[in-house]
């Protein structure tokens, strides 16, 4: 037997017990003809004492020990005289009687605490180590509880949890499939789930009614900040459903998982169901962050046509938010402010702005094109204060300029400490449109993907004005991420294969892609919708982290490598030749 | 709302509710000027019942239900006349007053019930049809449970699940890996994991101490009988333990399940441990069912040099099993059993039987060669009595004989009533070969995995008599089905590297390959050991499932397609050369 405590255990109840603990050595300290050695496992650091005077050889082998070294010690538990209430073994500690290392360690490459020194690149090399440390330990920790509690949920809802394979075949819808060469047909190819959408709508119409899995899956895209290629989804689909019994359920739920994991109570009253269009209107996302107000007013009505200003003359739209208290910007944080919005990633061209006076007099970076009240109507329209700070944003093409005014506003939020990590609002963004246009497929294509279904009463419009259809969709949003996002989905082939029409399928390439579900319609399909989470985000948010990759054993980096087992790597000819395949490299 | 209550769920006491329901038309039946709708949903089957005199137009509608339509029914509760107590629902039915067909479906090819007329090709094509039939589905609802109940167990013992990555680096040793090209990084792969083993070990070594993960798990094999590519495995992993520890956690564990999940109790005694080589002696083989006895006698001794049948005389074992009350056997019987053994698949090369008449005389097809005594110290030997029937293998390899008697005890057992599929006998088996020699390699191979360790008494033997090294490795075995294994690892980077060496890996090799693992055994690795289960072949057995095809959602068939989504298949020009990849067909 390794041990018969572990480092978290003991107490001073336990005080005169002999035990047997195991683990790592955090650090080591002489103090005159004492040392004392911090023992840490995963449950806790116990102080352990050698006293020279009692045994000098045990005491000179104490001394000897470096950073991690995996130790066996046997002794009495003793009281501390100088208690430490930080740790909750802190009344206590071991006086050894028995050394045993069980493995050296080299000098590891950062210190193993809470704020280590180690840099992304060295942590992720040595991930076994960065894991060790107590803060990274607990994410996944946190993680293990959070499945564990969806699950309890869900099985007590009636859902079964249901593998679907990682082997599949290729779609075209979506993002960018990795593929799997098949040794056995060759030439051929499997492809990793993008997610487990349509085997989960052929459960339903399996009749398997509730179905939910933890899943893997998987996307080949170029890897922006906080993407990783293989991520994990709460997948859950129902049957005989309408969107407002998938909102109860999954508000329910998130209640749940708020409270039993997270200990915050997120109250009694139904979550806040905001249409995609006002969520546009008023914060310019489709994921709003709703801790903080700050919402856009619009101008056009204020500043377009009131003065000589032909920027805004000329605009599609004009918006401001109001910054409370935020008069006292001084010339350069109000540049730096301009020069984040007309940043690439932004892209806006400028930033208008106006101080509020204590007198109640308004002084904009526009003055000179607008008379007095057309400044004072700016202040009452934005029911901005003495002392507050006005930000307007314009542009040709509504959409963007509310999106560059929604970065600005998170921006600010930020600044003036809105977007507290420790409080949790929560909304459904509704009544997505169907289709955006995209500019470089030159089509209509799917918003969310192509079995959500449109709501019915826009069905007629399919044929007349498609681009003005809206789904019977919806997005869970938690602090302005989106944390999940789902649908009422077709259950009927005609109209399945009438919105293959409208994405710019052929009949043929429908059914050659789609038609084993298009064919499962065939055979009863029942009503059915759903949702996903995404897990390692949502994890994120109840653990208040900045990336998804803290809450992830073994992320890779932003080429899709793992730099501690060093893959992708090269493959024998022989394993290439068994798979008929052959590198073609780019010239 | 589609339903107020689901088809299983009504009672004698709901009499006289209205509700709704929805679900599948299971079958009609017109009697007199009433319709009868059996409706099916995952819960339950309730009757539907539409009486031509009370609403003609109502019954007329019901009348052209066909099989499988979905339909939604409003209507009153009613106590049945004719009561079914054969159904949970049986007592009642619902006296319809509004029908609505939510999808109509086509006739399903094949019937959609316990005993389907569908053939496993057609099943698995249309597996959403398939998946109806109640015994399929209630499958998979064991498996959910089994599952929900696994992780039950192991949280409330302190392990965290952990999920490990499905893109990691390919192996060479094992099974052969399937490959995912990275488009990121061109010419390389990654491989998906035949098991998360030596990310297990790297979640030791960063002192998770306790680990498990319900998993898929990927080889690229030819599929034998009953083996999938994917597979799902219950992967746990412990530190600061011996085996005895791990033995007794799983132990447990099990015990657990088989209470909670199958309703069956293993009792209070702890499972049998048998070494290998006694497993291999009484049984031939590493994982006897030991629901029955039948065990090997070796009749070296009784039947080599004792009379004048050369093939005895020149056999290196001889041994042989006694089939209570089966003297009664056929000339033809008996022929069966001599092709049974000599089938290609076994490869004896004969079968010698001897017969216990009601005298207690001794017939055998072998008695021209030995005399009565001769024959009678045989029965003895065997503990035969009269009507019994012994059957003896012999060949000139011990271990391939043993084999090929295993195969026959298992069918006499069968054939004899001994594998009730309802009783169930565990055993651990323990003291595996470290090696075993591959004569295709020319080289001993690991018997579990490279990275098992010896036991510790058998480590001066690496150099000097590799071959008779014991390893610290276990199966778990019930009724003769290996349901999980595992072992102690090495935990010190000198050993393994000792290990790769006795495996012919050049230093080079296996640094390069294995490097991630021995470098990081260098920073503090814990003495730590686990084991894995097969978790489809483990609900196969709580299902009694001849094959773990049945408690798989979407299985793949021998040649490793998925023939519902017709997977794999050809992928675009495009994406190939997106992954710069071109196919090279053998000539």
């Known amino acids: 037997m390794y041990r018969t405590k572990t480092c978290g255990q003991l107490r001073i109840s336990d005080v005169g017990q002999q035990v047997i603990l195991a683990g790592w050595v955090q650090r080591t300290r002489k103090m005159g003809g004492m040392t004392f050695v911090d023992l840490r496992d995963r449950y806790g650091i116990t102080q352990l004492v050698f006293n020279e005077e009692s045994d000098k050889a045990l005491c000179d082998e104490a001394n000897k020990l470096g950073r991690e070294f995996v130790i066996q010690v046997e002794g009495a538990v003793n009281e501390r005289y100088n208690k430490n209430p930080k740790m909750p073994t802190g009344d206590i500690e071991i006086i050894v009687s028995r050394l045993t290392v069980l493995n050296a360690s080299l000098t590891p490459p950062f210190t193993i605490e809470e704020n280590s020194d180690g840099g992304d690149e060295l942590r992720m090399k040595y991930r076994y180590l960065d894991l060790r440390r107590s803060n990274v330990r607990a994410n996944l920790e946190l993680r293990h509880k959070f499945c564990l509690a969806v699950r309890h949920f869900l099985d007590s809802k009636g859902f079964l949890e249901i593998e679907t394979p990682v082997l599949v075949g290729s779609t075209p819808e979506g993002a960018r499939d990795f593929i799997v060469p098949s040794r056995m047909n060759p030439g051929q190819f499997y492809a990793l789930p993008q997610s487990p959408q349509t085997l989960k709508q052929l459960l339903m119409v399996a009749g398997m009614d509730r179905y939910f899995q933890i899943v893997k899956c998987f996307r080949d895209e170029d890897l922006r900040a906080d993407r990783q290629p293989e991520f994990t989804q709460i997948d859950c689909e129902m049957s005989f459903v309408e969107q407002d019994d998938i909102i109860c359920t999954f508000e329910e739920m998130t209640k749940y998982l708020f409270k039993e994991v997270r ?52 605009a599609a739209y004009i918006g401001g938010i109001c910054a409370k208290g935020c008069a006292v910007y001084t010339r350069k944080q109000i540049d730096e402010l301009t020069n984040f919005v007309k940043s690439p990633q932004i892209g806006a061209k400028g930033l208008v702005y106006a101080r509020v006076a204590e007198d109640g007099s308004v002084k904009s970076s526009v003055d000179k094109f607008y008379t007095p009240e057309v400044l004072s109507n700016l202040a009452k329209k934005m029911q901005a204060e003495a002392g507050d700070l006005i930000l307007i944003i314009s542009g040709d093409d509504a959409m963007r300029a509310r999106k560059q005014l929604c970065e600005l506003r998170l921006l600010m939020g930020e600044r003036l400490g809105l977007r507290d990590k420790n409080k949790f609002a929560l909304l459904w963004v509704v009544d997505f449109p169907m289709f955006e246009w995209s500019d470089e497929e030159q089509r209509l294509m799917a918003m969310h993907h192509p079995f959500t279904a449109p709501k019915p009463c826009d069905v007629p419009k399919l044929d ?55 064919n499962a319609f065939k055979y009863g399909a029942p009503p059915h919708g759903g949702l996903a989470y995404g897990l390692d985000r949502f994890v994120s948010l109840f653990a208040g982290l900045d990336s998804i990759r803290d809450c992830i054993a073994f992320p890779k980096n932003n080429s899709g490598r793992d730099v501690m087992l060093d893959a992708p790597s090269a493959v024998d000819q022989a394993q290439l030749d068994e798979l008929q395949l052959a590198l073609a490299p780019k010239a």
Chains 1, 2 share one sequence.
């Open 464 to 518: 007349s004005d498609p681009a003005s259809v809206l789904a019977d969709a919806y997005d869970m949003v938690c602090n302005g991420v989106e944390v999940g996002g789902g649908s009422i989905r077709i259950h009927d082939a005609v109209l399945q294969a009438k919105i293959f029409e409208v994405l710019g399928f052929t009949p043929e390439k429908a059914q050659e892609q789609f038609g084993f579900l298009m």
């Open 263 to 314: 200990g915050y109570d997120l109250g009694d009253e139904p979550f806040l169901r905001m249409p995609w269009i006002e969520a546009m209107t008023r914060f310019g996302s489709d994921k709003p962050d709703m801790r903080f107000g700050m919402e856009f007013v619009e101008l056009m009505d204020v500043l377009k046509g009131t003065g000589e200003f032909a920027v805004f003359n000329d």
